[in-house]
Structure formats: C-alpha cells, structure tokens
C-alpha cells in the first residue's frame, strides 16, 4: 500500500483547467461509482467537440449523470442523458439537486435500440466510458449517427489498451476479482478510428491515446484509497488493478485511456465529385 502511496502520481491539475474550480471529490463524483477519469476524462473529451451555448448534446451511457450536469454547468448546453443502468427517476433527482433540471433530460434509453429522436437531432454526442460497451458494432454506432447534425461532432473516450494485443491478453489481465472489466471490449485508439471509418458517415478528427493516460488510472486509485481511508479491505479489493497499473509502466499493451472526436459528414457542403 506504502508503494501505491509514495509512487502512483497524480494528474497535474494544469492541463485540466474546466475543473480548477472542483474539489477532488466533485471531480470523481463523490463516490457515486462514476467510472475512471472521472471529470479529469470529461474534460478531455468535451475540448473537441467547440461545444456553443445553447446546444443539444447527447450523452450516451451518462451513468449516474455526473458527466451530464458538467456539460450542462461548465457549457451551458442543454443536456439529454440515459444509461441501461441507472433509471430516469435517479438521475432526476440528482439533476435536480444540482439546480439543473431545466437544462438537463434524462430518459430511460438503450444505446442498442431505435431512439426516439429526430434525424440530425443533436448538435454533439458525448460518450464516457460506455462506448465499448455497445458501440462495437459499427451497425448501432451507424444507426445512432443518424441523430447528429451533418457537421456536428461527437466525443468520445475511455480506458482502453495502448495496442491490440498480438495473441491473447496478458495473464495480468485475465485476473479481475470476479469483476468484469469488459477487457475483451476494450481496444486501442486505432481499433476505434477503423470501427468510425467503416461507418463510412464521419471523418475521424482525432483519436488518441492521452499523453497522461496511465496516470489518470493512478489518480484515480489514490482518490480511491484515500477516500476508503487507505484500510486494508480497499487494498485488498484493489490489488489486482493495481498491479495491472505497475506493469502498464513498463509492458505492452498497457491499461491507459484514450479520447476520440468525430465530425459527422456534411455532404450538403461537400463540392460534388466531377462526373468523368
Ligand atoms: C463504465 S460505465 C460509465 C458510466 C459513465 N459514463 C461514467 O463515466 O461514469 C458504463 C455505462 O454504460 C452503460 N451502458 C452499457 N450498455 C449500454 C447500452 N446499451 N445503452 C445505454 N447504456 C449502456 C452502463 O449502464 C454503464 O453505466
């Protein structure tokens, strides 16, 4: 535990600056399982999308809502959110607590099913850490872009692995304490740019492993422990992450997260190919 303490970093809290004005705890959620990355994450992904005042932003797999209520305050956009598992009627509430309930829908939704929105409904599509959870068929991904504004842009990001493995995972990663981390969901920043392109619907603007993505894992284990006050019983439960964490410093592939942005095509605007 000693070594998790003294060796495991911390994000630096300038290239972060849309959450200077949180508390660590606000910043994961204060505790409301809100997934790696926490705000840190948010934050990387909202960069790209050139959100204005005012816009209807999608946010798919919201979890508990943590992310929707930033894009709502920190924007001022307005925000639609749903999550397979977390009801409508919780995230209500919480939107209301946080003063938001104007600004901020939430439904009760599955990314894999026919949404009830208008085509080209969206000015921006934000996706935290659920991506890989139903966003793996270029089919669905295909059927949800219909739902975004020819030139609108949608971000997106998570944990992922810095490389497709060449043959099986490594061992390490096979050991999860019963909890399923979705590795086999999991791919690398190039996976998700041939996955978008295959859609054949936007240009691919970035997609990226982040310079600093290991130590948000490790941020995000000290914010952890020390919120379970370093006790043993975290330390335990933690073990098998942690030690995946010190052999991404030095093998590959290693857990780190990445960040994407796509535009979606606007071939109104597109200068018509000339006819041969
Ligand atoms: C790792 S959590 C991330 C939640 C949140 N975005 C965050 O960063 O805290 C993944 C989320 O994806 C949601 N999810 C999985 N499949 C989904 C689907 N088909 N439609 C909507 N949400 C889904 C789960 O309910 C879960 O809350």
């Known amino acids: 535990m000693e070594q998790v303490r003294s060796s495991f970093r911390r994000l630096d809290p300038d290239d972060y600056p849309e959450v200077s004005d949180y ?117 669905v991904t295909r059927r949800l872009l ?40 999991y791919h690398s920043p190039s996976w998700w740019v041939d996955l978008f392109e295959e859609t054949r619907l936007v240009d691919v603007l970035n997609c990226e492993e982040l310079p600093d993505g290991l130590v948000m894992w490790e941020d995000d284990v000290l914010y952890h422990g020390e919120r379970a006050g370093w006790s043993n019983a975290w330390f335990e439960k933690s073990k098998w992450l942690i030690d995946q964490l010190v052999f991404s410093r030095h093998h590959r592939p290693s857990l780190t997260h990445y960040v994407g942005t796509v535009e979606k095509k606007d071939w109104s605007s597109r200068t018509p190919r000339p006819s041969p």
């Open 146 to 185: 219909a739902h975004l504004q020819p030139g609108g842009r949608f971000g997106f990001g998570g944990t992922c692995f810095s490389q497709e493995p060449d043959g099986p995972l490594p061992a390490i990663f096979q050991e999860t304490a019963g909890w399923d981390a979705e590795y086999h969901n």
């Open 23 to 139: 508390s660590w705890d606000e910043i994961y959620g204060r505790g409301d399982n809100m997934a790696p990355g926490g705000l840190y994450l948010a934050s990387r992904i909202a960069r790209s999308l050139n959100l204005q005042r005012g816009d209807r932003v999608l946010d798919l797999a919201c979890g508990k809502g943590d992310s929707s209520i930033f894009l709502a305050k920190h924007f001022g956009v307005s925000v639609i959110c749903f999550d397979a598992w977390t009801s409508a009627s919780y995230l209500s509430r919480k939107i209301e607590a946080a003063g938001l309930g104007d600004a901020v829908l939430p439904l009760d939704l599955d990314a894999t099913d026919l949404l009830p929105f208008p085509d080209d409904y969206f000015q921006a599509f934000f996706c935290m850490q659920g991506l890989h959870s139903f966003g793996t068929d270029p089919d």
